[in-house]
């Protein structure tokens, strides 16, 4: 089985300050990795994934995430977050040709002004 | 595209009572169906996997009798959590999947609080 560890539970930046949302996995294979966003009392919105190929990805709302393999990570960065980038975000893994996701435990980003 | 819904959104039931929760994918056909759990500042958990037409596959401690799951089409999937009791109370989040990478579209939740 994948665990997946959020060593941040609550992140507090400032508005137009950069972020970064650490997350690490282990695995002995393959795996697809992926962010998603929740808002209060919403579903989660995918905000980048991992499938393969450049090891930098970009998602929405200016958001990145570079895959470290050697360091199992798959860390969430943002260089100028905004106010409306409050919630709370979920690393979760894959494994490849396998439907089950393993999530991480969250991280709360409060962007204050 | 690739959209989830589910209904309804929010649900206040007594204790003892069962409840329907509706997961449909609008605009494509999910081979497979996923439900969650997820309690008050925590994680989402893993409950059950189902595919069309079959069984659904539970995770270790989820009772089966208890969160009955349903999957008759490609595009609709329910959780009925029967003689639901207050610790039952969570939000619940549904996904489908048509298999292609991996890629989980999840719904926007049910909120169930049982009185």
């Known amino acids: 089985a994948q665990s997946v560890t959020q060593l941040d539970s609550q992140v507090p930046v400032f508005e137009e300050a950069p972020v970064e949302l650490r997350c690490n996995y282990s695995s002995s294979v393959s795996v697809y990795l992926f962010w998603y966003v929740q808002y209060p009392n919403q579903g989660l919105q995918l905000l980048l994934k991992?499938?393969?190929?450049?090891?930098l990805v970009k998602g929405i709302n200016g958001f990145e995430a570079e895959f470290n393999k050697s360091q199992t990570s798959f860390h969430l960065r943002k260089p100028s977050v905004h106010i409306s980038d409050t919630a709370e975000y979920f690393c979760?893994?894959?494994?490849?040709?396998?439907?089950?996701?393993?999530f991480g435990s969250g991280t709360k980003l409060n962007v204050k002004p | 595209g690739a959209v989830v819904s589910q209904h309804p959104s929010r649900v206040i039931c007594k204790s003892g009572t069962s409840v329907k929760i509706e997961c449909r994918s609008l605009?494509?056909?999910?081979?497979?169906m996923f439900w969650y759990r997820q309690f008050p500042k925590q994680s989402l958990m893993l409950m059950a996997t189902s595919n069309e037409g079959s069984k659904a596959t539970y995770e270790q401690g989820v009772e089966k009798d208890k969160f009955l799951i349903n999957h008759a089409s490609l595009t609709l999937s329910t959780l009925t959590v029967t003689s639901a009791h207050p610790e039952d109370s969570s939000f619940y989040i549904c996904?489908?999947?048509?298999?292609?990478?991996?890629?989980?579209?999840f719904g926007p939740g049910t909120r169930l609080t049982v009185l």
């Open positions: 991992y499938l393969s190929g450049s090891t």
């Open positions: 605009d494509f056909q999910a081979t497979t």
């Open positions: 979760a893994v894959s494994e490849l040709n396998l439907n089950k996701f393993y």
């Open positions: 996904s489908a999947t048509t298999g292609g990478n991996n890629e989980q579209f």
